[in-house]
């Protein structure tokens, strides 16, 4: 067996235990609706937790969705999906998917991330019109549009975030004070970006690179989307002037195969010691 076909054995054996993954997770979901004698019960929503009620004993119970997927073996199968199998993506799933995305870090925990969330089909076909007609943008069940909100650097997002630190009991009044006073002034001088839209964009693409490792935790696939007109996204959808659009990201369930694994630069031709261009002395 030469090196490539071992290679391509050991990827085909990877597709196939994402899709028992995929399966196990959708029977977790489907376990859940087939205990509830209440059809129109609502999906449980962003803390993924499954009440299943025992109506007859009068009992109830709470299940935690968990992943089936290692953080280590997301991030190494995660693969761009260029086309969607139509399986729609369990509700609690994705609500997960979306809660654990915002968990991201960003700068004073202003969170200037937005996500527009098309599931109906005429919307992605409208979105499909303004990114050159890609199939998966019509294909995946669920399309995120990425978005940065400029005005989260203003101080009516400022006096949000110290509420919300409040009511974790993260927040005293010296850190409230020095935030009403650090954060006008980082965007007043701008000490390490150009403007605000590369502020923004910066911290809505960790929330985006955690929705990819999220989701694949899960079994679900994504596709990080560049080729769109910005314009034309931002007219069909009404996002305001101050939002900018950053990516798409359609998630939902690849269609085999997945692409084959592109390769990444040896650490040592990316990553320097102590200076740009200097040879990295740590063992790696």
């Known amino acids: 067996m030469t090196k490539e076909e071992g290679r391509r054995q050991k990827e085909e054996g990877r597709g196939k235990k994402e899709e028992g993954r995929r399966k196990k997770n959708n029977s977790t979901f489907l376990s859940y609706q087939s ?143 020095y935030m009403r006073q650090a954060i006008p002034q980082l965007f007043e001088n701008r000490p390490s970006f150009d403007s605000l839209e590369a502020w923004t964009n910066r911290h809505t693409m960790l929330a985006v690179a955690h929705l990819m490792i999220a989701a694949k935790s899960f079994g679900v696939d994504s596709c990080p989307m560049e080729g769109f007109v910005s314009a034309k996204v931002k007219e069909a959808f009404q996002i305001p002037e101050e939002v900018d659009v950053c990516c798409l990201l359609p998630l939902g369930y690849a269609a085999q195969p997945l692409k084959q694994y592109g ?22």
């Open 263 to 284: 390769g990444r630069f040896d650490v040592t031709q990316v990553y320097y010691s102590e200076s740009y261009g200097q040879a990295l002395q740590a063992e790696i």
């Open 35 to 177: 205990q509830s004698p209440m059809p129109n019960a609502p999906i449980p929503m962003p803390n993924a937790q499954l009440p299943i009620t025992n109506y007859p004993l009068g009992l109830s119970m709470t299940i935690e969705i968990q992943p089936s997927i290692n953080v280590k073996t997301a991030i190494e199968t995660r693969r761009a999906a260029r086309s969607f199998q139509p399986d729609p993506i369990p509700p609690a799933i994705l609500a997960e998917i979306l809660r654990l995305g915002v968990r991201s870090p960003s700068g004073y925990n202003l969170q200037p991330w937005r996500f527009i969330v098309l599931q109906d089909q005429a919307s992605k076909e409208k979105l499909k019109a303004c990114a050159f007609d890609q199939r998966q943008v019509v294909e995946a069940p669920t399309v995120l549009i990425c978005c940065g909100d400029r005005r989260a650097t203003g101080s009516k997002n400022t006096e949000a975030v110290i509420e919300l630190g409040k009511t974790t009991g993260a927040m005293n009044d010296n850190l409230a004070g």
